[in-house]
């Protein structure tokens, strides 16, 4: 269990149970609950909610509420902060309608808002019961009808503030307001200089596509000074970029931003808002440094510095503190979900016999044998390498047509028995080198998995995004295998072949010999913030199966909501075909071979059972 450094990124949510299986740690006031997440999941199964779930844990969207929303109280009260914090969520984040109703219920005691990118996310906004105080923010492009929307749900009692992203935005939004009468609140996004690091890092600095340079931001001053709307303006916003890695880069850009906020005041806009936008990051290595999928800070720290760095500059400029507001999309929703699939075949890159080579086979055979006698700790790379060369002289070989199929097998046997001897070399206590064991490592077993990467895992596909995976059963036995993961689509780049492990990134995961006909599944943590919208249908695998529960303080687990996943009828249709008419197409065929004796009446009703039942069935394998 250990290999795989649970603790460390697990952050006291998940713990290793007595019979081997992964414990859900919940919180509950005093009390701390763990509950059995194979019995989860076999629950779910009885109840026939297939593999591969999303499955969201309702407990941690809370709890992540809670801590973002209090980590900001408590740096507000210990800094001594003249004013308040009041947080949004991205809606772009999560979109999901269950996802959204959970965040309001669960953030009204906060008054936690919702910043919304475009009109449909607007509409979501609009549908929900938002807490009195809490904000509704309008970033993005905007179209009249967006700008009218926003301006009329004022009236209904929304707080909802107009972010200006363009100079020309503006001229639509005071000719709105004119046309229906109603002053606008109005927030100004400023394109700070400071850049960061990691992914997002083209979302900050000067060349950044969002936000207004300094001229722009001071013209827009001065049109609102002429159109007598400078009282409008209340709230300043920036984004740094999701996932930022460092905290300094939060501390140094929030000083900028104060900067902007403390001159905007003098030229007297009545600004009541600064608004630092998403980036709070997660750390999905637990390594707790400044990389692409770690963060070198807490929750604690982040508002920390935050409250200190607004304060500081406030003080200095004699400007009394504003309401602290933020958009932190991933930080809130991404403990939340995991993903849970099961294991369908395993592809082994080892030959377990050992292959007799006599002195009448080929040279190459007879070297490749010979390099066993060498093979130490200290040898490994000259043995790999040798290895390699024999097994490739050999494939040359074969390919000139100098030998038979039965040498090229004991060739390919011989190297993958060396190989998996040199494996275990490399694992004992002696140093070898991080080359060398990548080297072995990328010869590891194909464990073919119940998923599509595309659908449920985009970023990592696209950008490479790490997020734990590991079995969730017999941990406490040790993995006696390597393995890469290939998902069910029939694309190369359908694979993850990077791992977050104790001791650092593997590209291959430590799994278990799997038994005949064993149910082995594995998790994906961390999976909630971004991947469902952005997850596409290659190859039609659609959404999967999706399940939230609420884990009660005695351990009961309640299923509080359930979506099923996409039929094979459903993802037809998004490609724009009628189910009806391909079952109608294909009787037409059917009946044709039934009068051409080709097929019995009781074939064509098998044949069209099948193909009703595939068509309102799910899109992954079905056991
Ligand atoms: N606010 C804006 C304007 C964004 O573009 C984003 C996403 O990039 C966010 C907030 C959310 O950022 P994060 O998920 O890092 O909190």
Redesign the pocket.
């Known amino acids: 269990e250990a290999i795989y450094g649970i603790e460390r990124w697990g952050k006291g949510l998940f713990e290793v149970l007595e019979n081997g299986n992964i414990g859900l740690i919940t919180q509950h006031g005093e009390t701390t609950t763990t509950t059995d997440l194979t019995s989860i999941l076999h629950s779910l199964e009885e109840r026939g909610i297939a593999s591969p779930i999303l499955l969201r844990i309702a407990n941690n969207l809370q709890s992540q509420i809670d801590k973002i929303n209090n980590g900001f109280q408590t740096a507000i009260k210990e800094l001594n902060y003249k004013n308040s914090y009041r947080g949004v969520f ?1 809606v ?2 999560n979109q999901q309608a269950h996802v959204i109703e959970k965040i309001v219920e669960y953030g009204a005691p906060h008054n936690f808002g919702l ?1 919304v ?1 475009s009109k449909p996310e607007l509409i979501i906004a609009l549908g929900q019961r938002l807490a009195t105080e809490s904000l509704l923010i309008c ?1 993005g492009i905007k179209d009249s009808e967006f700008i009218s929307l926003a301006l009329l749900s004022r009236k209904l009692g929304f707080n909802t503030v107009l972010v200006l992203e363009s100079v020309s935005e503006l001229e639509l939004v005071l000719k709105e307001s004119k046309r229906i009468g109603i002053r606008p609140a109005l927030g100004i996004r400023i394109k700070l200089n400071n850049r960061i690091t990691g992914n ?1 890092a083209l ?1 900050s600095g000067d060349r950044s596509a969002f936000g207004l340079s300094a001229p722009d931001v001071l013209h827009v001053i001065e049109r609102l000074k002429e159109e007598e709307f400078l009282d409008c303006l209340l709230l300043q916003h920036f ?1 740094l ?3 930022v890695p460092d905290i300094l880069d939060v501390r140094r850009s929030t000083a900028e931003a104060c900067r902007f906020f403390v001159e905007l005041r003098k030229e007297g806009a009545p600004l009541k808002y600064i608004d630092l ?5 997660i750390d999905y290595t637990g390594e707790h440094k400044s990389t692409e999928n770690s963060i070198n800070y807490t929750t604690t720290e982040y508002c920390n510095n935050i409250v200190e760095a607004v304060k500081n500059t406030m003080d200095d400029a004699g400007e009394d503190h504003p309401i602290i507001v933020t ?5 809130t929703v991404a403990y939340s979900s995991m993903l849970l699939f099961n294991i369908l075949d395993v592809t082994h890159y080892e030959d377990r016999e050992t292959i007799e080579i006599g002195n009448d086979d080929l040279r190459s055979l007879r070297d490749m044998r010979d390099v066993e006698s060498y093979l130490t700790p200290t040898r490994l790379q000259e043995c790999l390498n040798d290895v390699t060369f024999y097994r490739d002289e050999v494939r040359r070989n074969f390919g000139r047509g100098e030998i038979g199929l039965r040498d090229l097998v004991k060739a390919e046997k011989l190297y993958l028995h060396l190989v998996s001897r040199m494996r275990k070399v490399a694992q004992g206590d002696e140093w070898v080198s991080d080359d060398v064991k990548s080297a072995l490592e990328s010869s590891a077993d194909i464990y073919h998995a119940n998923f599509s990467l595309f659908q449920s895992l985009p970023d990592v596909w696209a950008i490479d995004q790490l997020h734990p995976i590991i079995p969730i059963q017999r941990l406490n036995e040790e993995p006696t295998r390597r393995a890469i993961l290939s998902d069910i689509t029939c694309d190369s780049d359908g694979k993850v072949d990077q791992f977050v492990l104790a001791d650092g990134i593997s590209n291959s995961l430590p799994v278990h010999e799997l038994s005949e006909g064993e149910h082995y599944h594995l998790a994906v943590f961390f999976v909630g ?1 971004y991947q469902e919208t952005l997850g596409d249908l290659h190859n039609l695998f659609g959404d999967t199966n999706v399940a939230t529960i609420e884990i009660q303080p005695d351990g009961d687990v309640n299923l509080i909501h359930e979506v099923e996943g996409d039929t094979i009828a459903e993802v037809l249709r998004y490609v724009e075909y009628d189910p009806l008419a391909l079952s109608n197409s294909f009787k037409k065929m059917v009946e044709e071979a039934v009068s051409k004796k080709r097929l019995t009446a009781g074939e064509r009703k098998t044949i069209m059972t099948a193909f009703k039942e595939s068509l309102n069935g799910y899109t992954y394998f079905e056991h």
Do not use: D, I
């Open positions: 991205p772009k984040v910043e990118g970033n997002w979302s984004h970029g999701s996932q936008g998403g980036g709070l990051g958009e932190s999309g991933r930080a913030a």
